[in-house]
Structure formats: structure tokens, C-alpha cells
């Protein structure tokens, strides 16, 4: 049984709608993101579940439960903002203690538990400070116990980590996995950031323009997008015009078997990450256009034989390549990913 | 017409009856956020309506009463009285006049002190901008006080022009004449638009000007062309609040007497045979004047209004 | 090529110092009175250019005991008296300005800008409200409740803005909506929450408000009829009909007070609000 879904679910706000007729089932112990551009409706999908929007049609359930036009307060939901929130008029551990203060637990126990979660996340020794001075990692950490201390039936993450710098990012994106992990408690992650939500979330659900696009495990999305969006938004993609036929892929310049059976026939679009390309010898020719450093490795951009463009990485092994360059490359039937809605 | 007359009334008291659905037992977040907001504006509402609109209601209607003391029917006798005697005309001349004078006044030097303010690196700024703002605190009787300290009989500019000159003090003292007015006024505006035009200038995109000044413009053009269009709405706004406030003024020029204006007279009213009518009346026009251009002003110009 | 890098135009070369000129001379229009009236308070004669006879309390004395002429009463009944009355506005100001400051800054709502306006640009002023008051509630005003909810709807709007201040450097939504989902109903989370986070604005808005009421002047003046006057009225009695230098040590009273309270404010850390008075 599903613990937290939205079940068909439409927000609109005056003439805009924000969410349409989303449904995500998140199991027990999931940690489920919900991506997308800015804009797409994320932000408010995770204000419904946690009731600070109610919806305009469709059900949100906890437990099979309907909470639909249950109050906020009344929902128990963990919840950590981007800029953490936290209540400057209090210490660190008057932070953690207010959320069981207000589901009326004893005075020892809050503090108990508190205490529990601040070593949990190692922050013990911050107890008495007052928030506003702490750092940023910090604060998140405090936000985190604040938010677990009512043993919420979900936590809702949204953009955690925005505020942070690159390097503080990576740590604290291992930590709240294991976490995560650890704890075995239903989370909700909302961020722009698809790379984050891949390496923290079981599934992903890809959202734009108000529509879920799909929702998968971080490899099923990586490598079976639903759409053309979904292979865009999620990593760098090459979008390739192909006619199939008879189990057949015909590039114009190559083809290829197909990857197992095709519903399609006739004109479609297959995806191929840049790094499933690979250089070094194969039927096509690529001229090279444009490169760029990245440190582990080169991202390069070429033209295939019919005027396409594709994106390919290069291994720093070929730093000496340079534009006009012609680099032979090759498709395995297996890394191309044939793209069946056009949405 | 009938049918349409109660399709509307039933409509009417169905929009009333959601309305007090939605504020005893809302259902949705929308709902509960109007029901915060009804019941965070209700206190201040409550305060406006009673020592605000009712009295102030209260006051137009003896305006046009017939009775001295009692509302009783109606007349507009006083109003008429304001609009013929050529005595209010003057009055009414003075005030509009010298308010408008002392607003140029007050925003020609508030515009460069702000500018100084905000542009160049003064010593003791905080003592600057203590001694800059100290006056907003200062009611009207205290800055005709300041007046009277300069430039009264014994005033100490007075006392230095008669050492100098050798004339009689009392022949210079010019206190409660319209120039020592002049002053007491533009010592209350002159702070307060400085108050005003310094949260705009805070707000000016320095960018933009540094720019200018790279391209080639001077100073002058670069506040003309670059400054200038970025601070307007602030100082539409500030020149508004000053006129407003100048308008306003009444202790000032209860103590120092230099020009008969509105509110003077408005207190004669009522120190000459308690003419409570007569000074509503005055009151009225003085508050629908003001409430009338200040709205229009809102509404058609970017002026950016705070106190 | 000498011109190339030449001085530029009559604002380069004088724009600068005529700038500073007026800074400089609105200072001293501003500041030397206020310096003139507290340093005379302590003179016993004023006759010439400057004042002499010092240092005397006399005009001290006459002002804090009373001298039984002119301004017959002592500063202290009146500074007690006002004090008493401007507290009681600030009591409602708080009431009525906390409320409508956070409505505005946290929600969005119909009419938003006017209610907005409405909040913190005074309705009338001290003597229209005045006028009006004397009219509609005569019998209010010899107990003071008049004075009391007449400063409070004409100081209000100082209270709201201090408070908005404050509330514009949380973001009160996000803290809202934390305090909510750990469980806390909504009046709760405004009590216990919003409202100890804007403590300094409240602070800062209930010094300002209390100072505007106690040196309210206009209002007073047309309201006041008997008993003990009101901190303005007293001033202006004092300015009126008092000897000059003890008018002039009555008015550094005030400033004394204006000092206390600007001094408080820094001490509250809210600069901006001081400037905001």
C-alpha cells in the first residue's frame, strides 16, 4: 500500500493551472523527487501534499486516508524549506522541541528526542546557540531534526540545498542519502537539480508545465526517457531523426538493428547519451566543432555526415584533438533509446 | 424587472451566506488564509471606523446643519460662506500658496542633501543623520520655538545683524512675520522630505551612472538624464507627502501668527464664539482637498507613497 | 590633447562643493537652535548676540517645580499625564498595527495596495481629527479616552511601519508554514512565532509611536478643555506665556526626551527606524 499519494490531481491558480492532473503514489520508506524547470509546478505538487494549497479537483490520501481539506497542522508533515526557516526567537534546541511541544509530548520526551535527533546529525553541541548564527550546513541540519522530531508520516524537502556552495553541496548530499537511507522515512524531495535528485531519490517524477512526464527510477529515467522532454531535462541527450523499419533503424548515413521489438514504424526519434557514443573506430564520421574542457573529461559537439549535430565526450586520452577534426564513431544497438511519444 | 430584482437579492444574500461559510467554517487553505486576513484587519478597521470615519462622518454632516449645536436639517450655508466671502478665499489663497512655496523649498535642498548622503563619504555620518532626522520628532510648536531662537527679538541671528549693523533688534527680528514662517515651516519639511527622497535614493542604480559618467557625461547630466528619471516616482511621492504635510500645519503658526492660513483660521472658528459648523465645514473641505488629490495623484502617476 | 583628460564642465568643478554648502547650512539651521535653547536653559540673561549669567538652574527649577505664573504647572504631572496617555495609545497601536502590518506583508489579498495605504498614511491630521472628535465625542475628551484613541489612529501608522520593516527581513512565509506543518494552529504560530521574531520592529514601532503621541500637538490643543494638559500643551503654555530662557529650558525637557528615546533606539540595533520617525 501506497503511504503519500496525489491521485489525480489539478491546482489552478485564477486562469493558470499549476498542477494538472498529477498522480504519484510514494511507498513506505520511498524517497520519491518530484524535477522540473522552474515554473512546472513541483513547488506546488509538494504544498498539496503537505496542505498549504488544497486542490481544485483530485485526492490526496495518507495511508489510504483522505486529507484533502485536512489543515496543515493537522497532517504531521516534516517539512524543510530552502532558506530552512528556522525561529530566530529560539535556540537550536527549542527548534527541534516546538513541533512535539505542539503534539502535546511530555517535557522529557521532547527533549529527549531532540537530543536523540541532534546527534543523530551531529549537531549536539550547537543546542543552546540561536540559529541565526550558523552556517549554512548547519542551519539545514537543524531544519532536518526540527523536522523529523515529529516523526513525521512524510518528509517534504524543498530545494534543500539551493542556498549552498558546490563543494558543501556534495557532503551534505551523501549524508542526507544515508540518511535517508537510515531512517527509512517517507520523503518527498522537490529541486530543480536533476543530478541531486538522481543520486537521493528510489523514483523520480519529472514534471513540466503542470504535467508529470514520467516517473521512474533514476536509471529508467536516465536511460528510457518517456519524451523528448524528459531526455533533455535529465542529463545531456543527442536527439536524432531515424525512420525504422522492419526492426531496422536507418540514420540516412548508418544503420542499426533495433534494441528489441519497436511499436513504431516509420519516422521517429531516438536518444543517445553523449558518453554511450563511442569514438575511436565506426561507420560515421563526425567533424568536430566545438570543445570544451571539463576537467574528467572533453564534451565535444560535431556534425554528423547529413548536418545533424551531436554531442559526444571524449576521453582526455584525445585532448589533442581540435576543431575540424574528423573523429570516427559508432552507435551500439544497445545505447540507443528510441523515443516513442513526442510529447 | 421583478424576477431580475430577485435573481439579484438571492444572489446577493448567496454570495452573503458563502461569505459567512467561508469565515465560520472554511474548508479549503484559501478559505482559512481570507478568514486570517479578515481577522488580521479587523482590529485596525474597528479603530478606523471608530475614531476615524465616524467622527470624521460626524463632523460633515454638523457642516450642514442647520442648528448651532444639533445636527438639524440641512444647509449649506457655511460652504457657501467659504466659496463668496473673499476673506476665505484669502485664506484659502495663503494657505495654497505658501504650502506649495514651502514644498519647492523643502525638496530644492532635500534633493542635495540626500545626494550628499548617499553619494559622498562624510565624517560622522550617524551624528549627520541624527541631527537630520531629530526634528521629525519635534511637534510644530517647538520648531516655531527654533524660529523664535534665530530670528525672534532676542533671537541670535537678529542679535548679530543689529551688533553689526547698529540697527535696532526689533527691526530686524522678522520671526512672526511670512519669511520667519517660511523658515518654521521648511524646519519641519525639510527632514521630512529628506526622510523620503533618502529610501529612494537607496534605490538608485549606481551602475547606471557610473556608466554615464564612463560615457563621457558630467555630473549635471548624469544626474539629469540617469538620477533624475530613477528618483521621480520617490519624488512625486516625497512632494505630495510635504505638501500634505504642510497643508497640515498648525502649531507653527499658532505661535508665530506670520500668515493666516487654513488651519488658523479654523482654530479662530472655534475660539471666536465656538462656530463648531463654520470650522467643520472648513475641515471638511480641508479633508476631502487632500484625500481628492492625494488619490488622484496615486492613481495616475508612479508616485511611491510611504510616510 | 590637452583637453583630452580636461576638467569637464562647471558641475564637475563646482557641483561637489555647492552640494556639501547646502548639507553644511541645513545642519546648522537645524542643529544650532536646538544647541542655542539647551545651552540658555542654563543662563540667567539673554539680552545681546549670545546669552550670559552662567551656569544657573533657575529656569530649571521653574520648569520642573512650577512657578505658579505663566506656566503654572509642574513638567512633571504633565510628562506623567502624557506619558500615561501616549502608553495606553501604543497598547492599542500595538493591537491594531501588529495585526494589519503582517496581513499586508505576509498575504496577498484584493485591495492589498489601498489597505496598505490606508495603514500607514495618516487619515486626517492632528486638527481635522481634532475638529471632528471635538464634535462627536465631547464628552470623552476631559478624561483623556479621547486623547488616547486619537493618538492611536494618528500614530498607528509609524507602528505598522516599523513592524513591516522588521517583517520584511523574515520570510514569513516559509516560518509560517514551518511552524504549521510541526503542528502549531495558526493562531498559535502567529503568537508564539511571528510575532516574538518581530520583536525589534515592535519595539522600535512602540518607541516611536509612544514619543509622536506624547509630543502630539494639533490634536491636542483642539481636544484638551480641563485638567492637567498634556506634555505639548504644557510646551506650548510655556512658549506662550513663560520668560523666554524658561521656555527655553521647558523645550530642552523635550529634547531630553527625544535623546532617551533616540538613544534607546540605537540601543535596540533598529537605526532605520530612528530615521524613519
Request: proline content about 4%; overall charge negative.
Amino acid at each position: 500500500m501506497s503511504e503519500v499519494s496525489l491521485d489525480n490531481v489539478t491546482k489552478r491558480f485564477d486562469s493558470t493551472v499549476a498542477v494538472n492532473d498529477v498522480s504519484i503514489d510514494i511507498d513506505d520508506g520511498e524517497v520519491m523527487g518530484i524535477v522540473g524547470p522552474s515554473g512546472c509546478g513541483k513547488t506546488t505538487a509538494l504544498r498539496l501534499v503537505a496542505g498549504f494549497e488544497t486542490v481544485s479537483e483530485g485526492t490526496v490520501r495518507y495511508d489510504g486516508e483522505d486529507v484533502t481539506h485536512i489543515p496543515p497542522e493537522n497532517r504531521n508533515v516534516g517539512l524543510v524549506f530552502q532558506s530552512y526557516a528556522l525561529f530566530n526567537n529560539m535556540t537550536v534546541l527549542q527548534n527541534v522541541t516546538f513541533g512535539p511541544k505542539m503534539h502535546d509530548v511530555g517535557k522529557e520526551e521532547r527533549r529527549d528526542r531532540a537530543c536523540e535527533l541532534l546527534e543523530l546529525l551531529d549537531i549536539e553541541e550547537l543546542a543552546d546557540r540561536n540559529p541565526k548564527t550558523l552556517s549554512g550546513g548547519q542551519q539545514q541540519r537543524v531544519g532536518l531534526a526540527r523536522a523529523l522530531a515529529i516523526e513525521p508520516h512524510i518528509l517534504l524537502l524543498d530545494e534543500p540545498m539551493t542556498g549552498l556552495d558546490a563543494k558543501l553541496k556534495q557532503t551534505l548530499r551523501q549524508e542526507l542519502g544515508q540518511l535517508l537511507d537510515d531512517l527509512e522515512v517517507t520523503t518527498l524531495y522537490v529541486t530543480h537539480d536533476q543530478e541531486q535528485a538522481m543520486s537521493m531519490c528510489d523514483r523520480i517524477a519529472v514534471m513540466n508545465d503542470g504535467h508529470l512526464e514520467q516517473i521512474g527510477t533514476p536509471s529508467e529515467i536516465y536511460e528510457q526517457p518517456a519524451n523528448e522532454f524528459v531526455a533533455g531535462f535529465i542529463g545531456t541527450a543527442n536527439l536524432l531523426e531515424v525512420t525504422i523499419e522492419d526492426e531496422q533503424v536507418s540514420f540516412g548515413f548508418t544503420e542499426l538493428d533495433a534494441p528489441g521489438p519497436q511499436r513504431v514504424d516509420g519516422t521517429a526519434t531516438v536518444m543517445i547519451r553523449p558518453d554511450d557514443v563511442r569514438v575511436g573506430e565506426g561507420p560515421v564520421s563526425v567533424e568536430i566543432t566545438n570543445l570544451f574542457y571539463q576537467g574528467e573529461h572533453i564534451q565535444a559537439t560535431g556534425l554528423l555526415p547529413d548536418g545533424q549535430k551531436l554531442t559526444l565526450r571524449l576521453d582526455r586520452s584525445l585532448g589533442d584533438v581540435t576543431t575540424g577534426d574528423s573523429l570516427s564513431i559508432a552507435f551500439d544497438p544497445d545505447d540507443i533509446h528510441v523515443i516513442e511519444s513526442t510529447r | 424587472m421583478a424576477t431580475d430584482h430577485v435573481s439579484i437579492s438571492t444572489r446577493v444574500s448567496s454570495a452573503a451566506r458563502t461569505t459567512v461559510e467561508v469565515l465560520t467554517s472554511p474548508s479549503s487553505e484559501r478559505q482559512r488564509e481570507i478568514r486570517r486576513i479578515v481577522s488580521l484587519c479587523l482590529p485596525f478597521t474597528v479603530l478606523l471606523l471608530f475614531s476615524g470615519v465616524f467622527p470624521l462622518t460626524e463632523m460633515v454632516r454638523i457642516s450642514f446643519s442647520e442648528s448651532r449645536l444639533v445636527t438639524e436639517g440641512f444647509t449649506t450655508e457655511f460652504y457657501m460662506t467659504l466659496v463668496t466671502d473673499p476673506y476665505y478665499r484669502n485664506v484659502a489663497f495663503n494657505t495654497l500658496w505658501f504650502a506649495a512655496a514651502t514644498t519647492v523649498a523643502s525638496i530644492g535642498v532635500a534633493v542635495p542633501v540626500a545626494h550628499a548622503l548617499e553619494k559622498y563619504s562624510l565624517p560622522a555620518k550617524s551624528v549627520i543623520l541624527t541631527v537630520l532626522s531629530f526634528p521629525n520628532s519635534l511637534p510644530g510648536i517647538v520648531a516655531a520655538f527654533m524660529i523664535i531662537i534665530l530670528f525672534g527679538n532676542t533671537g541670535v541671528f537678529t542679535n548679530a545683524v543689529a551688533f553689526i549693523s547698529g540697527q535696532s533688534s526689533t527691526d530686524i527680528a522678522f520671526s512672526t512675520g511670512v519669511l520667519g514662517l517660511f523658515f518654521a515651516y521648511i524646519y519641519s519639511m525639510i527632514p521630512r522630505a529628506l526622510l523620503l527622497l533618502r529610501g529612494t535614493y537607496a534605490e538608485v542604480n549606481t551602475d547606471a551612472e557610473e556608466a554615464a559618467r564612463s560615457l563621457g557625461a558630467t555630473p549635471l547630466q548624469t544626474f539629469r538624464f540617469v538620477t533624475l528619471p530613477q528618483i521621480k516616482p520617490g519624488l512625486i511621492g516625497a512632494c505630495i507627502l510635504v505638501f500634505r504635510t504642510g497643508l497640515a500645519i498648525f502649531g507653527t503658526v499658532l505661535i508665530l501668527k506670520g500668515l493666516l492660513v487654513w488651519t488658523l483660521q479654523i482654530d479662530r472658528e472655534l475660539a471666536q464664539g465656538f462656530n463648531i459648523a463654520q470650522a467643520s465645514a472648513m475641515a471638511t473641505v480641508w479633508f476631502v482637498f487632500v484625500f481628492g488629490f492625494t488619490v488622484l495623484v496615486l492613481r495616475y502617476t508612479t508616485a511611491e507613497v510611504s510616510i | 590633447m590637452a583637453e583630452r583628460f580636461g576638467q569637464g564642465g562647471l558641475s564637475a568643478r563646482f557641483g561637489r562643493p555647492f552640494v556639501t554648502l547646502v548639507l553644511v547650512l541645513t545642519l546648522l539651521f537645524l542643529a544650532f537652535p536646538v544647541v542655542m535653547t539647551f545651552v540658555s536653559s542654563f543662563a540667567s540673561d539673554w539680552f545681546g548676540v549670545l546669552p550670559t549669567g552662567f551656569v544657573t538652574l533657575a529656569n530649571w527649577q521653574d520648569v520642573i517645580f512650577g512657578t505658579g505664573v505663566g506656566a503654572d504647572v509642574a513638567v512633571g504631572s504633565s510628562l506623567a499625564y502624557s506619558t500615561g496617555l501616549a502608553l495606553a495609545g501604543v497598547v492599542i497601536n500595538l493591537i491594531v498595527g501588529v495585526p494589519i502590518a503582517y496581513a499586508v506583508a505576509r498575504y496577498d489579498f484584493v485591495g492589498r495596495d489601498w489597505v496598505n495605504v490606508f495603514a500607514i498614511l495618516p487619515l486626517a491630521p492632528g486638527i481635522i481629527l481634532g475638529i471632528a472628535f471635538l464634535r462627536t465625542y465631547p464628552d470623552l475628551s476631559t478624561s483623556g479616552i479621547a486623547l488616547v484613541i486619537g493618538y492611536s489612529l494618528l500614530k498607528a501608522p509609524y507602528m505598522v511601519m516599523a513592524v513591516q520593516s522588521s517583517f520584511q527581513s523574515m520570510d514569513l512565509q516559509q516560518i509560517e508554514e514551518s511552524a504549521r506543518s510541526l503542528g502549531a494552529s495558526w493562531p498559535r504560530t502567529f503568537l508564539t512565532v511571528i510575532v516574538p521574531n518581530a520583536k525589534t520592529g515592535i519595539i522600535a514601532g512602540s518607541i516611536i509611536s509612544w514619543t509622536l503621541a506624547a509630543a502630539e500637538f494639533n490634536f491636542s490643543y483642539i481636544v484638551y478643555s480641563r485638567g492637567t494638559p498634556p506634555l505639548a500643551i504644557f510646551l506650548f503654555n510655556n512658549i506662550t506665556n513663560a520668560s523666554f530662557l524658561n521656555a527655553a529650558a521647558a523645550v530642552s525637557v523635550f529634547f531630553l526626551l527625544i535623546a532617551l528615546v533616540t538613544i534607546a533606539l540605537q540601543i535596540i540595533g533598529n537605526r532605520s527606524a530612528v530615521r524613519r520617525v
